[in-house]
């Protein structure tokens, strides 16, 4: 296994520095953890904060080997989570003006190279919610209606970005080729941090589709699982300039879901 805070805390223990000792052996595999316990020495200096110093040198190297960042994919299986490294290739699912069926194109990228087989519209729209993207055609006359646009596939291609996929860097060649990137997710925290990474792929380009009347306001009804959550979504919203959805937040102290759209 390979994580970053790992590598930080032994910066610290190497620099002779206070660190919080129980979070950093909850980083550790267990038989790891039970060996730094066993083997380390440690200085309480206050509550959650101890100096560590590791005089075993075998020791050193294994906390060491979990600091460094595996090259591929095959090498972090090889470590035990391949998810620690990001594929080589990138894949999502679009409609646009020449699908002919219920089966979306797919647009495979890998480093600078993107492979799809349709000419791009000058507007994009991403999607995070399944039942929204198959249903395209009512997807963009609910959007319509609710955000006074004008889509169609004419002049419209539609994304379905399939969570933090769609903020994948190898989808950066693709995506950035529109002059417009309008990204409607869920109006909670989750659906705040996909479009705060798309707005680091892309800049300004994209924009996120806030409410733009009164006509959405029924459907704020999820409840946060945590006051911790909602407070960090009203955070996101307005760090972001979302002062419409921040507002909405702060009245409803709820979230709304994107499926809700199909009932308006």
């Keep these: 296994m390979h994580d970053k805070r790992i590598g930080k805390y ?11 000792y ?13 060996e730094v316990k066993e083997k ?19 020791l050193l190297e294994k906390l060491r080997s979990l600091a460094i960042e595996p090259s591929s994919r095959i090498d972090a299986t090889l470590l035990g989570d391949s998810h620690k490294v990001n594929t080589s290739t990138s894949y999502l699912l679009a409609y646009h003006q020449s ?3 219920v089966h979306p194109d797919t647009i495979i990228s890998s480093n600078d190279e993107t492979h799809l087989r349709f000419q791009p519209k000058k507007r994009l729209v991403i999607i995070e919610n399944a039942e929204l993207f198959f249903a395209r055609e009512t997807l963009f006359a609910q959007m319509n209606k609710a955000f006074s646009l004008s889509l169609s596939f004419d002049n419209t291609d539609l994304v379905f970005g399939a969570g933090n996929q769609i903020s994948n860097k190898h989808n950066y060649t693709f995506i950035n080729q529109y002059e417009s990137i309008l990204c409607f997710f869920d109006y909670d925290l989750g659906g705040l941090k996909i479009y705060k990474a798309m707005r680091n792929m892309v800049g300004s380009k994209a924009k996120f589709l806030e409410p733009s ?5 029924e459907f704020f009804i999820k409840k ?13 919203a307005n760090s972001l300039g979302l002062s419409k ?19 308006l």
């Design 213 to 217: 009347s009164d006509n959405l306001t």
């Design 224 to 236: 946060p699982k945590t006051q911790e959550q909602y407070t960090k979504a009203l955070e996101t």
């Design 245 to 263: 959805l921040h507002s909405l937040f702060e009245s409803k102290k709820s979230f709304m879901e994107q499926e809700a759209l199909l009932a």
């Design 10 to 20: 032994l910066h610290s223990i190497e620099q002779s520095k206070a660190i919080n």
């Design 40 to 58: 380390a020495t440690i200085k309480f200096l206050s509550k959650g904060s101890v100096i560590v110093e590791v005089s075993c040198e075998q």
């Design 22 to 34: 129980s979070k950093f052996l909850a980083l550790l595999p267990e038989q790891l953890c039970e």
């Design 99 to 101: 699908s002919v069926d």
